[in-house]
């Protein structure tokens, strides 16, 4: 079967309907859209029910939304049970926005993000961190907020773990740390916001995945959050900077897939 037709364009039509379940993989693996078989099953059947096959735009989107990086798909559960059920009286707004405010006194509110770039930072550690330090800063401004401080936990395996005992495809942690703390600072100090506080932990448990964590606080004034959700269909959105690179593409499905020696 031909997973793919041309509608126009740069768009094409990819054929789900008629795909049995091991195309489905194929289509998912092919397009490293990181979906699971139970969820291109899903994605078929609301397709069914419209009576038509997904664009690739279409499917694109919901690999985004649907990955561990958008929707945390596999710590939710624990996340409803826990942090979801907090309920503050000074608590502005959490969870539903890019990064938390909460009330600081009666003009001002402190706005708080916090993110890892793990898989980013395995195969990129400088990249990967001097990212994840842009993207924090960016979930914090996005609320309207001044970022002032950056945090980091970062966790390794042992700097002196041999070699010969890395499993295929690894990098050595004494690489990795390197590389992530000379990223976490060539971005802050460049944009003139300070690490003020981190931790480094070092365990075999990191040798195969190491946790680069990043946060940012800011502070705004009340009256000046900014809400991340559009107010009609009729708004105008405007892109801002330069065309997304090829490290850009799939970045979020990405964090749902397993790292291994490919």
């Known amino acids: 079967m031909t997973a793919y037709k041309k509608l126009y364009e740069k768009v094409y039509e990819i054929k789900l309907l008629e795909a049995s379940d091991e195309e489905l993989k194929k289509i998912s693996e092919e397009r490293q859209l990181s979906l699971s078989l139970e969820?291109?099953?899903?994605?078929?059947?609301?397709?069914?029910?419209?009576?038509?096959?997904?664009?690739?735009?279409?499917l694109e989107a919901i690999a985004q939304a649907w990955s561990e990086h958008c929707c945390y798909k596999?710590?939710?559960?624990?996340?409803?049970?826990?942090?979801?059920?907090?309920?503050?009286?000074?608590?502005?707004?959490?969870?539903?926005?890019?990064?938390?405010?909460?009330?600081?006194?009666?003009?001002?509110?402190?706005?708080?993000a916090l993110e890892s770039h793990n898989h980013p930072s395995a195969l990129d550690p400088y990249g990967g961190a001097a990212t994840g330090i842009g993207g924090i800063l960016r979930d914090v401004v996005c609320m309207g907020a001044k970022p002032i401080a950056l945090i980091d936990?970062?966790?390794?395996?042992?700097?002196?773990?041999?070699?010969?005992?890395?499993?295929?495809?690894?990098?050595?942690?004494?690489?990795?740390?390197?590389?992530?703390?000379?990223g976490i600072a060539d971005y802050g100090n460049r944009v003139g916001i300070p690490t003020v506080a981190g931790m480094i932990e070092f365990d075999d448990s990191y040798i195969t995945n190491c946790l680069v964590n990043v946060g940012c606080i800011g502070i705004v004034k009340k009256d000046k959050i900014v809400h991340s959700r559009i107010g009609s269909k009729d708004d105008l959105l405007i892109l801002a900077g330069g065309l997304t690179g090829r490290d850009g593409i799939h970045g979020v499905t990405f964090a749902s897939a397993e790292l291994d020696e490919k």
């Open 39 to 58: 969820e291109m099953r899903k994605i078929k059947a609301y397709f069914k029910e419209k009576g038509r096959n997904p664009t690739d735009v279409e």
């Open 153 to 182: 936990p970062l966790f390794f395996g042992p700097l002196d773990y041999s070699y010969e005992k890395l499993p295929p495809g690894t990098k050595h942690p004494l690489y990795l740390l390197k590389g992530v703390i000379a």
């Open 74 to 112: 596999s710590s939710k559960p624990f996340l409803r049970e826990t942090i979801f059920k907090i309920k503050a009286p000074q608590n502005i707004c959490v969870i539903s926005e890019d990064a938390g405010v909460v009330e600081f006194n009666e003009s001002y509110a402190y706005v708080v």
